[in-house]
């Protein structure tokens, strides 16, 4: 008998590798869930890479109106559908829909099914809504067949921050008269419309914020004699002859700038008008979000009529020789935001400021970016004695010179008077009992006065806005 050949553990274990391989590839795979469902919901053996596949990305901000708007697509009568949740492996990379027809794939890399998640998003009011989070939806109407792929932004910083939607069909065409309708219903049910909102920076991009502004009537608003008859023409009085001021194809776009010193009721008359134009969405810039100003003006665009609210704008539109390249980038985007609304958009741009004399000449004065600028002083005499009354409700004032209090407080702002009167029942409320109400008298006004002018010093004049010549008679009025 000849002798045995010695057996090489490499050769041994190459040939049955490939013996191994041999079975795997011969032996019957198992259809996939999702394969199966999809064939079982169009009516089909064939091969499903053959049925065409639309998508649309829309921002982060989008998703509660994709939701609300699928939702109602869904609830159409003759409509019905089948919802599933959806798991991959390497979920922070997203998904594609074409995914979920390929048959020969390793059973650990196929999209699996999961209950169904969701988000809550705020709305307005401290409302929430729950949004899905990734689904394929499977909707039959009478003969028609669509899976759509609903995938939300990641809740990981590094997977995708968009929302996307993926639709299959037996016909492209439907597919895309399906988005169709989803951006036309998203548009009219847009949640942010006629609200106020903010947007804030985030590490998935910009995010909205919804706020609720309090109640601030005429009455609180103390300016001397037409001014605010001509802030409200400019800000309220388009809107109120919209349909008139087409016809005779007057342009809708305008800018109107608040300038004047600190403390004197910018922001306030800025927020009063943004609680009377109850039909407009209100977008408000201010801090950090000065850079998304881009994102802003495509808000107000499509959820129009609509008002951007830029507080301090001098911050971003100094003159071009005062700025550094950040803020000259933010400065050119505002320009070329403003000039490139169309003239019959009901966009109002109100903006404000403490410093006119150093905004770029181009924003301040070129009709069509800002069209009216609106002095807003420091209070004159008869305005301060409103403002006294003003602050004083809701305690008792027994004053025996209110004609000497006006005139100590000559060239002070609203700011000034409003913090003269805290600190007046501030030291009324050392003086009275826990069961009394506050009771302000000269002593108190004199003392509050005193704390301001002669210990407060120049910064906090500066603070509450007082003008450059209140101080000295002031503080000799108070010893």
């Not at 949740?85 to 699996?112: C, D, K, S, Y």
């Not at 309090?214 to 309220?236: C, K, M, T």
Request: a negative charge.
């Amino acid at each position: 008998m000849p002798d045995a050949q010695p057996v090489i553990a490499s050769e041994f274990a190459a040939s049955f590798k490939g013996f191994m391989d041999t079975v795997i590839a011969q032996a019957p795979r198992e259809e996939s869930f999702f394969v199966k469902v999809l064939r079982q919901h169009f009516g089909t053996e064939g091969d499903l890479s053959e049925f065409p596949i639309v998508g649309e990305t829309f921002s982060r901000t989008d998703h509660p109106n994709i939701h609300l708007a699928l939702q109602e697509y869904l609830d159409a009568p003759g409509r019905e559908h089948t919802l599933y949740g959806v798991e991959v492996p390497n979920e922070h990379m997203g998904i594609r829909l074409a995914t979920f027809t390929q048959e020969h794939v390793e059973a650990w890399q196929r999209p699996r099914k999961v209950p169904a998640e969701y988000v809550n998003i705020p709305l307005e009011d401290d409302r929430t809504l729950p949004c899905l989070t990734r689904g394929l939806y499977l909707i039959r109407e009478n003969d028609r067949r669509l899976a759509v792929l609903v995938q939300g932004p990641s809740l990981s910083q590094w997977g995708p921050q968009s929302v996307q939607i993926e639709v299959m069909t037996t016909q492209r065409a439907e597919g895309e008269e399906f988005l169709r309708t989803m951006r036309a219903t998203m548009h009219a049910r847009n949640v942010y419309r006629g609200h106020i909102i903010s947007l804030e920076p985030g590490p998935g991009g910009a995010a909205i914020k919804f706020h609720r502004l309090p109640n601030i009537s005429r009455d609180n608003i103390i300016l001397p004699q037409g001014v605010i008859e001509r802030i409200e023409r400019h800000a309220i009085g388009f809107t109120r002859v919209e349909t008139k001021l087409r016809a005779a194809r007057r342009h809708m776009k305008r800018g109107l700038l608040l300038h004047g010193p600190p403390g004197t009721g910018k922001t306030l008359t800025a927020m009063y008008l943004a609680t009377q134009m109850a039909n407009r969405t209100i977008i408000l810039i201010t801090g950090p979000a000065m850079g998304l100003i881009e994102q802003a003006c495509q808000m107000a665009r499509l959820l129009q009529p609509a008002t951007i609210i830029l507080e301090d704008v001098d911050l971003i539109a100094e003159e071009r020789t005062y700025q550094n390249t950040g803020t000259n980038a933010l400065l050119f985007e505002l320009l070329n935001q403003m000039d490139g609304l169309s003239e019959d958009a009901d966009v109002l741009f109100l903006l404000t400021t403490n410093r006119p004399e150093i905004l770029e000449p181009a924003l301040a004065s070129r009709p069509g970016r800002v069209d009216q600028a609106i002095l807003v002083p420091l209070p004159d005499a008869e305005c301060r004695r409103k403002l006294i009354a003003l602050y004083s409700e809701g305690m008792t004032v027994r004053l025996s010179d209110l004609d000497g209090l006006v005139a100590k407080t000559e060239g002070v702002s609203a700011a000034f008077i409003r913090e003269l009167m805290r600190k007046a029942a501030l030291f009324a409320a050392d003086e009275s009992g826990p069961d009394e109400g506050i009771v302000v008298e000269d002593r108190h006004v004199n003392a509050s006065l005193h704390e301001l002018v002669v210990e407060g010093g120049e910064l906090t004049k500066q603070l509450l806005g007082a003008g450059a010549g209140f101080g000295s008679r002031q503080r000799a009025a108070c010893g």
